[in-house]
């Protein structure tokens, strides 16, 4: 069982794919429990319609291009962390109202939790795609992820408005989940952004760090 990354030279496919199939079994499980076990089935739909949508993509462009384990490990956290909202809401999760009465918080963290997860365990899948799919520049595949991750933030931030105030104005207040914060939007857009930087910096260190250290291999090995 071979874990590749962004720089692995090979990839295999579903059925040889021991890390990809136990990452959907563990998605499908959380998914399935998020379902079942829901306390609001309209926020569960309304919450779960960027999940459709993604696991579309993922779907129809697997015949093109397999993601690095690294990066399908990334992207079912991701996802688990936002269907485990959609069974409560965000507002109202179990685990945010732990973490809230633990650390004696002013709200419900969760939301938060997931926007910031959203740039941080998702930049690297991107810069994977720009990278080794599309074959763009080495600093395009840096500052992309970050550039996205602050569009589709600010997108996504419109698209919960439409859907609250426009389509479905009753269902507004827990699909929102801004718990009073005149500033949500814009928080979330922000630690989504950090948590995009944050990810890319940390690549970053991380490949420079190999590469000092293969140098000093390589330069010993000759001597």
Known sequence: ????????????????????????????????????????????????????????????????????????????????????????????????????????MARNPYDRIVHFSFGFLLAYPMREVFLNWLKYPIWVSWALPIEITLSVSGMYELIEWAVADVFFPEQGDAYLGTQGDIWDAQKDMFLATLGAVLATTIVSIIKKSMKLNQTAYTGKAST
């Open 1 to 104: 069982m071979n874990f590749t990354n962004a720089i692995s030279p090979s990839r295999t496919g579903l059925k040889t794919n021991r890390w990809l199939q136990l990452f959907l079994v563990v998605f499908l499980s959380v998914w399935a429990s998020t379902l079942i076990g829901t306390t609001d089935m309209n926020n569960w739909l309304l919450e779960n319609t960027l999940v459709f949508l993604f696991l579309g993509f993922l779907i129809i462009s697997y015949r093109y291009y397999q993601f690095s384990d690294l990066s399908s490990l990334l992207i079912c956290l991701y996802l688990c962390l936002h269907i485990y909202g959609s069974k409560y809401t965000y507002a109202e999760n179990p685990f945010g109202y732990w973490l809230q009465e633990t650390f004696t």
